[in-house]
């Protein structure tokens, strides 16, 4: 089946409605088959943010900001305005900090703008490839950032990259994704998401 236009918006506000009556602000995952699908996703759901009076907190990896800033621009976030405006912060991620620790510095950083009014923070990251090794790090990673923020005013997007790998594959890593995700999204060829809830 023919992929749709790479371009075409992508809908975050359907597919997460459960994941947000649920949890209220959820921590999600999404299963994308390139990196190319990263700007679109991203930038659609930071604009949903924007919609539901969110600051936004995008992660990059070290000397990689200035480059995600394009693509979401490109993608439709208006980037420029959002960070004059302090709406939007876009920050390298400083890799070497330990899964234990590295979660806890955010914690009045999010404190902090839900004081200047917004009614929570969203925020994402540069994706994980298909690599095993990267994959169960930053699972590792995931674990620690769920059990920091659970119960906070936190929407958190984790970015997986699954498009070189087996059905089976895939279907492993949705499985572990779905222990500490309220919902796991997966874009379809259509560019609509389909969404698994958390495993009880």
Avoid at 139 to 161: E, H, K, M
Avoid at 180 to 196: A, G, I, N, V
Wanted: proline share 8%; aromatic share 8%.
């Amino acid at each position: 089946m023919p992929r749709a236009d790479l371009q075409a918006p992508i809908d975050f506000e359907r597919p997460t409605a459960d994941a947000f009556g649920a949890a209220g602000c959820p921590h999600m995952a999404i299963l994308l088959d390139s990196t190319a699908d990263v700007p679109p996703a991203l930038a659609s759901f930071y604009n949903l943010g924007l919609r539901r009076n969110a600051w936004l907190f995008h992660r990059s990896l070290p000397g990689k900001a200035d480059e995600d800033r394009q693509a979401l621009a490109a993608a439709g976030l208006d980037v420029e305005a959002l960070e004059q405006s302090g709406r939007l912060e876009v920050c390298e991620l400083p890799i070497q900090d330990p899964p234990e620790t590295w979660a806890q510095p955010w914690v009045p950083v999010v404190d902090r703008h839900l004081a200047e009014g917004y009614e929570a923070v969203w925020w994402s990251r540069f994706p994980i490839g298909g690599n095993d090794d990267q994959f169960q790090v930053a699972l590792q990673y995931d674990r620690y950032w769920d059990d920091c923020f659970r119960g906070r005013s936190a929407v958190s997007l984790c970015v997986y990259i699954v498009g070189d790998l087996s059905q089976e594959s895939r279907d492993e890593r949705a499985a572990h994704l779905r222990e500490m995700h309220d919902t796991t999204l997966k874009l379809e060829p259509d560019r609509r998401l389909s969404s698994m809830p958390r495993h009880k």
